[in-house]
């Protein structure tokens, strides 16, 4: 059986990350003192974002405890998803 006591420290470890993610979120997006262009905010925001939808999908929706295969294909849409943005990105880096 697993300690209650750890399970409850790992999901609040990973709340609190999820807590600092959001507010780093929200202050790169208000904070106007950055020499950051629109594209490169908008960029690191939604690595942020990315990076949250790990947590909540290995933590809280258990992905990290099943199978390999549930994971592949819960992970698939998103290597599909990145495959089409680079390809609607490389269409504005070829001007036909």
């Known amino acids: 059986m697993m300690n209650l006591g750890a399970s409850v420290r ?3 470890v990973v709340w609190a990350f999820l807590a600092g993610l959001m507010l780093v979120s929200v202050f790169l997006s208000e904070a106007s003192v950055l020499a950051l262009s629109q594209g490169a905010l908008a960029c690191v925001v939604l690595a942020l974002s990315t990076a949250k939808a790990l947590l909540v999908a290995l933590y809280y929706m258990h992905l990290k405890f099943d199978r390999h295969l ?4 819960a992970g698939f849409p998103l290597v599909l998803i990145g495959l089409a943005t ?3 990105l490389s269409s504005r880096l070829v001007r036909l």
Do not use: G
Not at 70 to 73: D, H, P, R, W, Y
């Open 10 to 12: 790992v999901y609040l």
């Open 70 to 73: 549930l994971a592949f294909v």
């Open 86 to 88: 680079l390809l609607v």
